[in-house]
């Protein structure tokens, strides 16, 4: 096909120039990463996922043994990150990347909209109700627990949540467990039967960005659990949070 019949079949599709038709597969597969994330076929764009594993690679500081496997769609992806706007839905791309400016402005604020995403399936995720072990384990510690990392439940939801704070008095500062540089908040969401579906746990440190990482799970659209990191400032916007990250793993969806 010459340049000019390549030109004129490409304005069906963009009126700013020439779209090269005869790219290789092999380039645009380059832009992708492929595999089978909780079940499900996925391409994600290579751009913002960040840190992919499969199931079968080699752990933090293994050597792989052998060439790297070709993935397909079938090969089951066991982790990966990326950054997401919670506002917007926008995808963060990397330095060269469209968000990238915006990015870097708003990452540091006390009240950024970015949220960093973990997430965990294949051999990595250990089924149904994996969010409800960590919340349950979490809020009923063993009694011989430090009493930092022990709960009660407060009286007063916060943002719909059940809360739980350690209880008590330090007694050698005279000031409340709750208050220790260690402590965290513990806030809960259920479903009609109980089951824990939200588990957040939330820094109480008096610093510009108090931490909180927040877990739930995609079942079951697909067999995986998220780990979502950001500010407690922005707390209060949990369910947004939680619904366009569920938005854009499920816009991976081949």
């Known amino acids: 096909m010459s340049y000019i019949k390549s030109c004129l079949l490409s304005l069906a599709v963009s009126f700013g120039g ?3 038709v005869d790219r290789p597969i092999i380039d645009i597969e380059q832009d992708i990463v492929i595999g089978d994330l909780g079940g499900v076929p996925v391409e994600m764009p290579r751009d913002s996922v960040r840190l992919v ?3 079968g690679d080699p752990g933090w500081g293994e050597v792989r043994a052998g060439a790297i496997p070709e993935r397909t769609y079938a090969s089951k992806i066991s982790s990966f990150g990326f950054d997401v706007r919670y506002t917007d839905g926008a995808l963060y791309d990397g330095i060269v990347g469209k968000w990238s400016d915006e990015y870097e402005a708003q990452k540091n604020l006390s009240d950024s909209p970015w949220v960093s995403v973990g997430v965990n399936s294949g051999n990595r995720y250990h089924g149904r109700g994996a969010v409800h072990r960590i919340g349950d384990g979490r809020i009923n510690a063993m009694p011989d627990e430090h009493p930092v990392f022990t709960y009660a439940k407060l009286p007063e939801s916060q943002f719909g949540l059940e809360v739980y704070a350690p209880p008590g008095i330090d007694p050698k500062t005279n000031t409340p ?7 965290e908040d513990v806030f809960i969401q259920r479903d009609d039967n109980g089951t824990i579906a939200t588990y957040i746990k939330c820094s109480n440190r008096d610093v510009e960005r108090p931490p909180c990482t927040h877990y739930f799970d995609l079942e079951p659209e697909m067999g ?16 947004r949070i939680e619904q366009v990250v569920r938005e854009a793993l499920l816009g991976f969806r081949k």
């Open 18 to 20: 020439c779209v090269d």
């Open 53 to 55: 594993e499969y199931n």
């Open 177 to 183: 467990w709750r208050e220790d540089r260690d402590a």
């Open 224 to 239: 995986l659990y998220v780990r979502v990191s950001y500010s407690r400032y922005v707390l209060k916007d949990w369910q």
